[in-house]
């Protein structure tokens, strides 16, 4: 299988989290119905109330990894697939050089006046 880019990983694996989700609802409904049993199997009920436990971790942690993620991008700080921070860096930098052309040519002007004058 091909590699995917950063963006692509994040759908991927957001898509993974939608089917644990599905699985999550899965095993609540089979624990539910367990219980409804007059005589339910406590072996049954626990393999059912683990495996959603452990699908709530699962959604829990990829969550968790994909908000660090988008704070990490809404913040400028640099992350892996974008080139927004450079961007942005070398915006700033071409404002100072502007800047620093229109101070150096105010500069030249008035030693030009100064000079001229007797």
Not at 8 to 35: F, G, P
Not at 73 to 96: D, F, L, W
């Amino acid at each position: 299988m091909g590699s995917y880019g950063p963006a692509n990983e994040k759908l991927r694996n957001l898509e993974e989290v939608e089917k644990e989700i599905a699985l999550i609802l899965q095993s609540a409904a089979s624990a539910i119905l367990e219980m409804s049993k007059e005589k339910a199997t406590e072996r049954t009920l626990d393999r059912h109330t683990s495996q959603f436990t452990a699908s709530v971790q699962r959604v829990e942690m990829e969550l968790s990894s994909q908000i660090r993620y988008l704070t990490q991008v809404a913040t400028g700080q640099p992350h892996e697939g974008s080139s927004y921070s450079a961007k942005k860096e070398a915006q700033m930098a071409m404002n100072r050089v502007e800047y620093t052309h229109v101070k150096v040519h105010d500069l030249a002007r008035t030693c030009d006046q100064m000079l001229d004058q007797p």
